[in-house]
């Protein structure tokens, strides 16, 4: 048992970016537990399976079925099942999403695994795994130490890993695994886009506001405009959430999204530690509030004491005439 | 209709210690019910007052928890009930989802289990999935608005991920685990929570549930625990007025090539 095997997701007709910093850390893991790195590619992504061996894998699993056009619990436990079987992984890696937690949390309690959810880091020591992941709302970084003889399902946090570079010579096997009796008791009716949805978790800029702008309308005439010149994402601080400013798809924080943008501004936002929980590993976190002694400016990159409602239309134009927009 | 909602305490802000032992010191901090078990909470208590039956509120941890139980019973849950031994003392995930199973098991008569989407504490979210595997039952996860449920029969939700909304159905029993933006949880008036004041809940330990230590094992030994690496310190943008301090951010966001 010290083979490594990655849950492999696509996006459109590529590996998505998760899949392939899995693969390159993956590949370093397997080397350490001296196995090899085995791909697993379930429903549509089968696609895309074949790409896995340029980024390092050395086994490509395929497993595809009618039940497994959609993601559910049953059939996506089933395939990894399937993979693991013919594997025997000692590590088990996969993204963070809301349905990688569903489903790697259901595999560990299936395999009687360990598991660690949001992982940042990922050693081999002495053959055993060592995991490290933050909680408490990144106030407290934890490492773990797995004992060896039984297999790790870790879900690892986006951007964690440099993304391994395809080397386009490179090919592993695919081999298609059958699952016999696919038959997942939660039955997928409708996948819909989200409505407005955000995707703040990816979003490289994100511009966030708080009450500090005083009001619903300040809120949409400043934060919206400089988060389009900037080509990014707006959110919003719990306060504002709850007052109904904005809807909560918007939220950035402990009971919202976890963010990690390269510059994160927080305009308004006086940085309850609620909030900071959300958006603390911003590369670059720029503040801008009326109140000097405001928490927010303890964790910011650039700081700006002013009042929002003067400094942000100036911003945007700024932005705007500086960055040809 | 039983339901059985989960609750765990967890400190209102995650503003904690490590203490020497490596354990986590909230000492100071005011102990809240999770914000998304809250949630659980508020649509088992609507259901129930929908379609009758009971719901029991469960937590796992020591006496101190009976006051978030109190609180669900002013709420409006019927019944509350409180798993704790020393030996739940370091469960992990899973191994509090097998103490959990265990109580459900035993109570017997459960349809629907409803928890939050994850602690704001620990904030792994595997709570749910794991449950609902050691029970045998269909999971539910991230459920932002339940659109039909049979008593008996089946639920059908939608299930809120980051892009996308599914619709899923599934039949009874199933654990669910639910977000923030499925209803407004109440707060309990102080009649009722004078009424509940001196309820003391049930208590189950490992033994009376079963369980032995191979059970309440962790699967990782903790190896480390330290405070995040402080950031880089800041730099304050001073300029005679707001169009001069806006220049001058820009002029280091562009040197920072972050825009």
Redo the contacts between chains.
């Keep these: 048992m010290s083979n490594v095997l990655v849950i492999l997701e696509a996006v459109g007709d590529d590996l998505a970016a998760i899949s392939r910093e899995l693969l390159g850390k993956g590949r370093q893991l397997a080397d350490a537990l001296g196995g090899s790195l085995a791909a697993l590619a379930i429903g549509p992504t089968t696609a895309v399976a074949a790409r896995a061996g340029q980024f390092g894998a050395d086994q490509v699993y395929t497993v595809n079925a009618p039940a497994l056009a959609q993601y559910t619990t049953d059939g996506y436990v089933a395939a990894a099942m399937a993979a693991v079987q013919a594997c025997n992984p000692a590590l088990i890696l996969a993204g963070t999403s809301f349905q990688m937690r569903d489903f790697g949390a259901a595999l560990a309690t299936d395999l009687n695994a360990g598991l660690v959810v949001d992982a940042t880091d990922l050693q081999v020591e002495d053959g055993a795994i060592r995991a490290t992941r933050p909680s408490h709302g990144g106030n407290v970084i934890n490492t773990y130490r797995f004992a060896a003889g039984k297999p790790v399902v870790a879900l690892v946090r986006k951007q964690s890993f440099p993304e391994a570079t395809a080397q386009p010579d490179r090919r592993a096997p695919v081999t298609e695994l059958a699952v016999a009796n696919l038959n997942p008791r939660t039955e997928v009716h409708a996948v819909a886009p989200k409505a407005g949805a955000v995707n703040l978790t990816d979003a490289a800029i994100i511009v966030t506001g708080g009450r500090g702008l005083g009001n619903k309308d300040n809120y949409y005439r400043l934060i919206p405009p400089l988060a389009e010149a900037l080509g990014g994402a707006y959110g919003a601080s719990r306060a504002i959430v709850d007052d109904g400013w904005v809807p909560y798809e918007h939220q950035v924080g402990q009971t919202g999204k976890t963010v990690s943008p390269k510059l994160y501004i927080a305009a308004g936002v006086s940085g309850a530690i609620q909030h900071l929980a959300g958006m603390r590993t911003s590369r670059t976190i720029v503040a801008i509030n009326k109140d000097p002694d405001a928490p927010i400016f303890r964790i910011a990159t650039l700081g700006v004491v002013g009042d929002v409602n003067e400094i942000l239309p100036l911003l945007t134009e700024e932005i705007k005439a500086r960055l040809n927009r | 209709m039983h339901i059985v909602v989960c609750l765990k305490q967890v400190p209102r802000?995650?503003?904690?210690k490590?203490r020497p032992d490596l354990t986590?010191d909230a000492e100071g901090i005011e102990k809240i019910i999770n914000?998304?078990d809250e949630y659980a909470l508020e649509e088992g208590i609507r259901w129930n007052e929908q379609h009758g039956g009971k719901v029991t509120a469960l937590s796992i941890g020591t006496s101190e928890w009976v006051e978030q139980l109190r609180r669900a019973l002013a709420m409006g849950a019927t019944d509350a009930l409180l798993l704790s031994d020393p030996d739940f003392a370091q469960l992990?995930?899973?191994a509090a989802?097998r103490v959990a199973a265990a109580a459900i098991r035993k109570l017997g008569d459960v349809d629907v289990v409803i928890t939050g989407r994850n602690s704001?504490?620990?904030?792994?979210?595997?709570?749910?999935?794991?449950l609902?595997?050691?029970l045998g039952w269909?999971?539910?996860?991230?459920v932002g608005k339940v659109l039909e449920l049979q008593p008996g029969g089946s639920i059908?939700v939608e299930?809120?991920?980051?892009?996308?909304?599914?619709?899923?159905?599934?039949?009874l029993p199933a654990v669910m685990s639910v977000i923030?933006?499925i209803n407004e949880p109440r707060y309990p008036s102080l009649l009722k929570i004078k009424r509940v004041a001196k309820i003391e809940p049930p208590v189950w330990t490992a033994s009376d549930l079963g369980l032995n230590a191979a059970d309440l094992a962790p699967?990782?030994?903790?190896?480390?625990?330290?405070?995040?690496p402080p950031?880089?310190k800041?730099?304050?943008?001073d300029g005679p007025d707001?169009?001069a301090?806006?220049?001058k951010?820009?002029d280091?966001?562009?040197e920072?090539q972050?825009?």
């Design positions: 802000d995650n503003s904690v490590i986590i914000l998304f992990d995930t899973i989802a704001t504490d620990d904030e792994s979210g595997a709570f749910a999935p794991a609902a595997r050691l269909p999971q539910l996860t991230y059908k299930r809120h991920l980051e892009n996308v909304i599914e619709t899923v159905s599934c039949r923030k933006d699967a990782a030994q903790l190896a480390e625990r330290v405070p995040p950031r880089p800041g730099e304050m943008i707001a169009a301090k806006v220049r951010l820009v280091k966001l562009l920072y972050v825009i």
